[in-house]
């Protein structure tokens, strides 16, 4: 069998194994750790990296991989699961997205890899800052032992859980089949997992979002390894049905990778829409004025070009305008964001609509 050993967690055949890599010095003398787990089977086969938390106060991911990476998994699964029920800890102890030593979004603090532009360094980007370095050590795990990826997060209260297809780049026209294999593998990888799947942002919005440096974008885009991310629905609560199918979700996926034995599970525990066609994800509808929001519609919802979405009132509650903010796709309704007060031109959702653009496309 593969040896993986993982900061202080080392693989065993056959057993669920545990340990932690050592994240950050703290200047109070303490170093924040990263929890691994290491499920390991008998007989050879791939290795499945599983991440969740990496925003503190997105928890789903949690549990799904407590009820999933078990001394019982260890005993049927195919190759190794290895699994970081959390990426940021000191995030996870203040239900807060960022850590506490760091304020920047620790999702887009990956490596850059080649998307690296060597003619802007300077002397600064020698030195990683705090959650770069914790990103840097996750990486080279993944880079070491990875056949798979699959990065468990959260999105909005009122949300669906749905799957993301990262943009994957590519260098020339030499590179361009294997960036076209990387997405087939993505898209097996979400359809197994069997929940809505959409395509992110168009190429050029997701590099300035930044998700390249995203755990998944990363993985996929630099270290060329089939990964992708799965919003669970709603954060900073638990939702015991959320959970359970996430869980068959996750199973799903280790099937496809041929480490499981089995038909897939049909997720029942939430709504789970089947397009008949690619969706990429859009913040929209967006208000032409400032006001008071109130939505017409729910989570999973499918919606037509001209739909009302929600009513905008002042704050008496007098309509503005015509009082209604309209939808100007056909599509799906993937988030409803929490915020009931609303500027001039602020998304108040996030859909999927149809995805006309490439999912692969040339590097920046």
Same mark, same amino acid.
């Not at 890599?21 to 086969?45: H, R, S, Y």
């Not at 942002?201 to 885009?221: E, I, Q």
């Not at 009082?323 to 999927?352: C, P, Q, V, W």
């Given at each position: 069998m593969k040896t993986i050993k993982i900061g202080t967690a080392k693989a065993k055949p056959g057993h669920l194994t545990y340990g932690f890599i050592k994240a950050l010095q703290l200047p109070?003398?303490?170093?924040?750790?990263i929890p691994v787990m290491i499920a390991q089977g008998k007989t050879e086969g791939p290795t499945f990296v599983i991440t969740a938390n990496v925003h503190g106060n997105e928890l789903t991911g949690i549990a799904v991989i407590h009820e999933l990476v078990t001394q019982e998994l260890a005993q049927e699964v195919t190759g190794t699961v290895v699994a970081i029920p959390s990426l940021n800890p000191t995030g996870l102890r203040a239900y807060?997205? =960022?850590?506490?030593?760091?304020?920047?979004?620790?999702n887009r603090l990956y490596p850059e890899g080649r998307f690296a532009k060597k003619k802007d360094e300077d002397e600064d980007t020698k030195f990683p800052e705090r959650y770069e370095l914790v990103?840097?050590?996750?990486?080279?795990?993944?880079?070491?032992?990875?056949?798979?990826?699959?990065?468990?997060?959260?999105?909005?209260?009122?949300?669906? #859980?749905? =799957?993301?297809?990262?943009?994957?780049?590519?260098?020339?026209?030499?590179?361009?089949?294997?960036?076209?294999?990387?997405?087939?593998?993505?898209?097996?990888?979400?359809?197994?997992?069997?929940?809505?799947?959409?395509?992110?942002f168009p190429a050029k919005k997701y590099m300035k979002l930044k998700y390249h440096r995203s755990v998944s974008g990363a993985t996929l885009n630099t270290l060329r390894i089939p990964a992708f991310t799965i919003e669970l629905g709603a954060n900073n609560v638990l939702y015991p049905e959320i959970v359970r199918g996430s869980l068959k979700g996750t199973r799903n996926v280790l099937k496809w990778a041929g480490m499981l034995e089995g038909p897939y599970?049909?997720?029942?525990?939430?709504?789970? #829409?089947?397009?008949?066609?690619?969706?990429?994800?859009?913040?929209? #509808?967006r208000t032409k004025r400032s006001g008071i929001i109130r939505f017409l519609v729910e989570p999973g919802e499918q919606v037509k070009k001209g739909q009302s979405i929600a009513r905008i009132t002042d704050l008496v509650g007098r309509p503005?305008?015509?009082?209604?903010?309209?939808?100007?796709?056909?599509?799906?309704?993937?988030a409803l964001y929490s915020e009931i007060t609303?500027?001039?031109?602020?998304?108040?959702?996030?859909?999927?609509?149809?995805?006309?653009?490439?999912?692969?496309?040339?590097? #920046?």
């Amino acid at each position: 069998m593969k040896t993986i050993k993982i900061g202080t967690a080392k693989a065993k055949p056959g057993h669920l194994t545990y340990g932690f890599i050592k994240a950050l010095q703290l200047p109070t003398g303490f170093t924040d750790q990263i929890p691994v787990m290491i499920a390991q089977g008998k007989t050879e086969g791939p290795t499945f990296v599983i991440t969740a938390n990496v925003h503190g106060n997105e928890l789903t991911g949690i549990a799904v991989i407590h009820e999933l990476v078990t001394q019982e998994l260890a005993q049927e699964v195919t190759g190794t699961v290895v699994a970081i029920p959390s990426l940021n800890p000191t995030g996870l102890r203040a239900y807060a997205r =960022s850590p506490d030593y760091d304020p920047k979004d620790p999702n887009r603090l990956y490596p850059e890899g080649r998307f690296a532009k060597k003619k802007d360094e300077d002397e600064d980007t020698k030195f990683p800052e705090r959650y770069e370095l914790v990103a840097k050590r996750i990486f080279a795990y993944l880079k070491k032992y990875a056949d798979f990826h699959l990065d468990l997060h959260n999105h909005a209260l009122r949300s669906i #859980p749905y =799957s993301i297809l990262d943009r994957i780049f590519y260098t020339d026209e030499k590179d361009k089949p294997n960036a076209l294999k990387l997405a087939s593998q993505q898209k097996g990888m979400v359809e197994a997992f069997g929940a809505l799947y959409t395509a992110d942002f168009p190429a050029k919005k997701y590099m300035k979002l930044k998700y390249h440096r995203s755990v998944s974008g990363a993985t996929l885009n630099t270290l060329r390894i089939p990964a992708f991310t799965i919003e669970l629905g709603a954060n900073n609560v638990l939702y015991p049905e959320i959970v359970r199918g996430s869980l068959k979700g996750t199973r799903n996926v280790l099937k496809w990778a041929g480490m499981l034995e089995g038909p897939y599970a049909k997720i029942t525990e939430f709504p789970t #829409p089947q397009p008949t066609k690619r969706l990429r994800r859009i913040e929209h #509808p967006r208000t032409k004025r400032s006001g008071i929001i109130r939505f017409l519609v729910e989570p999973g919802e499918q919606v037509k070009k001209g739909q009302s979405i929600a009513r905008i009132t002042d704050l008496v509650g007098r309509p503005l305008g015509d009082g209604f903010i309209r939808t100007d796709h056909d599509g799906y309704m993937i988030a409803l964001y929490s915020e009931i007060t609303k500027y001039e031109n602020d998304a108040i959702a996030e859909m999927g609509i149809l995805d006309t653009e490439d999912i692969i496309a040339p590097m #920046p």
